[in-house]
């Protein structure tokens, strides 16, 4: 049911910041989004790691360095999507769809 | 292509949780690299750190026990899974909330108010100690005297002591706190780098203080800071997660940083580190400290005074270097002769040369 095919954009019910990371995105812990693919891209080929980018360039207010390192999350950021961990579908190169719930969790403070 | 199976077909395919093989799985754990569903991660994970307390024979029916809480994700998912377990396994313990306030503010003021609210959540009757109550000063007034550095090691040093004071108000027999496998990992790493090596023998032990005045253990030894968010995330745990805003300037972040790279290469690498860490043997001939009592507190301690005092003797007297650093060159046993010698002496010495 690909009903975005003919669109540009991918709607996404929400991207979270948890753990911390609220902090670098002006203290809003919940974003809904609307993403322009890059040009000529396909919506099938849409990955976390054009996400990412996105994120990095639209949502992250202040250092960057926190969320992202290099091409991925700094280590110790967790990522879900649709309340399932990254690892299990190819990270970087899991497929983001119409109405994905994204979730990035820091670890990095104290317990 | 139906959306219901384009979504699993995202969620690592047809495959199905590696223990139950009936559910998604939504979790890879880093200990095993196993996918398993929400249900059995709730399962392996209480379990674990089940058999981590029996086999470690870390309690004993009929204890008083402390829990250190400071409202972050380690200590309220132990406070949530020790009373569990304590339930459900009939462990017999009597528990506790034990927060200590450093008076830093906006950060612990908040992380208190977590911490009330586990109170409640919990049903866990809560004891909040204060820097400022048994110091006279709080970390803010600290850091404006001595500057943004060594702040960790003034914090760290009372704060152990803090939480037995804390435990003796309570009267309770043991003290547990939420240390997780990445924080033993990056302790035995900064160990290692600062050649410190009576701290190295001791810091895998997940039972410390037994001949002190409260023991205290570590029942997420070998539990995975990762898989302690992931539970804390799906059993929607009410925890405060910002960073200390004086912690960026720590030496343990170098540690942490390298930790974090490495478990994502081989996530084994922390529990073998660990593992490390226990098999140390240390030489012989190594000169090790012996421990007595702090002349004047009566804390334990294996120098004249304990490391609270001369910190404290420090701030008082306007002499923020004082008890930090490393002594320069071999000679430890002159510099401890040197140290037993009258206050006068001391206060002629250098700021910064008075570590022993």
Not at chain 2, 66 to 91: C, F, M, P, Q
Not at chain 2, 232 to 259: H, M, Q, V, W
Not at chain 2, 268 to 291: H, N, V, Y
């Amino acid at each position: 049911m690909c009903l975005f095919s003919c669109c540009s954009m991918i709607d996404l019910r929400r991207i979270m910041c948890r753990g911390g990371l609220e902090l670098l995105c002006d203290s809003e812990k919940i974003h809904k989004v609307n993403v322009d693919l890059p040009n000529g891209a396909e919506s099938d080929d849409f990955t976390m790691k054009h996400l990412l980018s996105w994120v990095r360039t639209n949502l992250i207010k202040e250092r960057p360095e926190m969320f992202m390192k290099g091409d991925t999350v700094r280590p110790g950021v967790l990522v879900l999507v649709n309340d399932c961990d990254w690892e299990l579908s190819g990270q970087l190169d899991t497929r983001i769809e119409e109405k994905d719930v994204i979730v990035f969790i820091s670890t990095l403070h104290g317990g | 292509m139906e959306a219901g199976e384009a979504k699993s077909k995202k969620a690592g395919g047809s495959r199905l949780c590696c223990i139950c093989n009936q559910r998604r799985p939504v979790l890879k754990r880093p200990k095993t690299l196993q996918q398993i569903c929400r249900e059995c991660f709730y399962e392996v994970f209480e379990e674990e750190i089940h058999q981590v307390i029996v086999g470690n024979r870390l309690f004993k029916s009929g204890e008083r026990v402390a829990i250190g809480a400071s409202g972050g994700k380690d200590s309220t998912v132990l406070a949530y899974v020790l009373s569990e377990l304590n339930r459900r396994h009939n462990y017999g313990l009597d528990l506790f909330l034990l927060s200590i306030d450093e008076g830093i503010t906006g950060y612990r003021d908040d992380s208190l108010e977590t911490v009330k609210r586990n109170e409640v959540q919990y049903g866990l009757p809560l004891q909040i100690v204060s820097y400022k109550d048994l110091y006279g000063w709080t970390m803010d007034e600290i850091v404006k005297m001595i500057g943004l550095k060594n702040n960790c090691t003034f914090c760290g040093v009372f704060r152990r002591q803090a939480l037995d004071r804390g435990a003796a108000l309570l009267k309770v027999d043991k003290l547990v706190t939420g240390h997780n496998a990445d924080d033993i990992a990056e302790t035995v790493l900064l160990n290692i780098l600062r050649g410190d090596i009576a701290r190295l023998s001791r810091c895998t032990s997940i039972t410390t203080g037994e001949d002190g005045p409260i023991p205290r253990c570590k029942p997420f030894k070998y539990t995975y800071e990762k898989e302690i968010v992931m539970y804390a995330y799906f059993k929607k745990l009410d925890y405060f997660s910002t960073e200390c805003i004086y912690s960026p300037n720590a030496y343990r972040g170098f540690a942490r940083e390298f930790i974090k790279d490495l478990e994502r290469l081989r996530p084994r690498a922390i529990l073998d580190i660990i593992k490390s860490g226990e098999d140390f043997r240390i030489a012989t001939t190594t000169k090790m400290p012996e421990q007595g009592t702090c002349e004047r507190c009566g804390y334990i301690s294996s120098q004249k005074w304990c490391k609270a005092c001369v910190l404290l003797e420090g701030l008082n007297r306007g002499l923020p270097k004082m008890g930090i650093g490393r002594p320069r060159g071999s000679g430890n046993d002159q510099k401890d002769t040197k140290a037993r010698s009258t206050a006068k002496s001391i206060e002629s010495k250098q700021c910064g040369s008075l570590e022993f």
